[in-house]
């Protein structure tokens, strides 16, 4: 009834009954109600009595009005406070207990993945499933590691990311036989005596044989992009493998070209990524990865930090 009459024109005698019990109770309280309140506004608007004229049973709606507003008043303030008091630490409570799991939850992940054990070779991984294999990447993500995402988008992503990492921590982690990639079906060129990074002489009409960290390829080999595996912003210190020391602040990504392991270390800018044949959709794809990883540990973070103030202000005493 009172959601009906809000905010519509009353100055009726049956109105004015109405609202002088709100008054009054609003004197012996020293506080203002949602009924009195509606009343002063109520009470201000003209042509009250034409629009209950025009009602099928306008009295009658007064007499319940009027016996629901007597039962309201039998309630006292100090009644009214505890009930809203206890409907808002309902509230926190399931608050409380829904973040709580969530916390719960999330510490029992990270002591699952603490537990894991982390392989240090290639061979390694070969006999891994997926989710096997993801359990890794958590490992390392748990461990500090950066520059990789977790989401990848098939098992071999899985593998190069993975193995790219061992790489990282040892030399020595690929002990797979010479030209086995450790991934069913994908096959990887051989490594050849090392020239020092320089093109070897050439005959006469054949083509320029390029040499980088013991492999080789000649400008008719195609360089197509299979994976990106990490990125990094260049110090301005650090040599980047085949980029040397990349100007302070360029962004450069870890790239794994078909038919090469990770062993060939090799870092492309942006533009260079984007310009090669489907460089640009997994570019797209990896930040879009990135992205939504971060801003998941961000929501993470938020989530840990409005549980923790919300069970400080349960800890204070109660006054």
């Known amino acids: 009834m009172r959601e009906r009459l809000r905010g519509m024109p009353i100055t009726s005698i049956a109105a004015e009954r109405v609202f002088a019990l709100g008054r009054a109770h609003d004197q012996r309280a020293g506080a203002s109600r949602d009924d009195t309140r509606s009343g002063v506004i109520l009470a201000g608007h003209d042509d009250t009595p034409t629009w209950m004229r025009e009602r099928p049973n306008g009295e009658a709606e007064w007499r319940l009005l009027r016996k629901k507003a007597r039962e309201g008043m039998k309630e006292t303030m100090a009644a009214k406070r505890l009930k809203v008091g206890l409907e808002e630490r309902q509230v926190r ?3 409380l207990a829904v973040k709580r799991a ?3 939850a999330r510490a029992a992940e990270r002591a ?4 894991l054990v982390l392989v240090t070779h290639y061979s390694q991984l070969v006999s891994m499933g ?3 294999l993801k359990d890794q990447l958590r490992k390392h993500k748990l461990l500090g590691k950066k520059g990789f995402n977790l989401s990848q988008p098939n098992r071999t992503a899985c593998v190069l990311a993975l193995q790219t990492l061992l790489l990282e921590a040892d030399s020595a982690a690929n002990d797979l036989a010479e030209g086995d990639s450790g991934i069913e079906g994908r096959g990887i060129k051989r490594k050849v005596r090392n020239t020092g990074g320089k093109a070897k002489k050439k005959k006469k009409g054949e083509p320029v044989v390029h040499s980088y960290m013991d ?3 000649t400008d008719d080999d195609p360089f197509v992009l299979e994976a990106i595996v990490g990125k990094v912003v260049a110090d301005g210190q650090t040599n980047y493998a085949n980029q040397g020391r990349a100007r302070k602040g360029t962004v450069l990504y870890r790239v794994i070209w078909q038919s090469y392991p ?7 800018p942006k533009q260079n990524v984007e310009e090669n044949d ?8 990896y930040e879009a990865a990135a992205t939504a990883e971060a801003e998941a540990e961000a929501a993470e973070a938020a989530a840990e930090a409005e549980l923790d103030g919300l069970e400080e202000v349960e800890a204070m005493p109660a006054v």
């Open 215 to 217: 492999y080789e390829w």
């Open 112 to 115: 699952r993945v603490e537990a």
């Open 278 to 285: 489907g460089g640009a959709e997994l570019l797209v794809a």
């Open 130 to 132: 997926v989710e096997d």
């Open 262 to 268: 990770p062993d060939m270390i090799w870092f492309e």
């Open 93 to 95: 409570d399931n608050k």
């Open 102 to 104: 969530a916390r719960a």
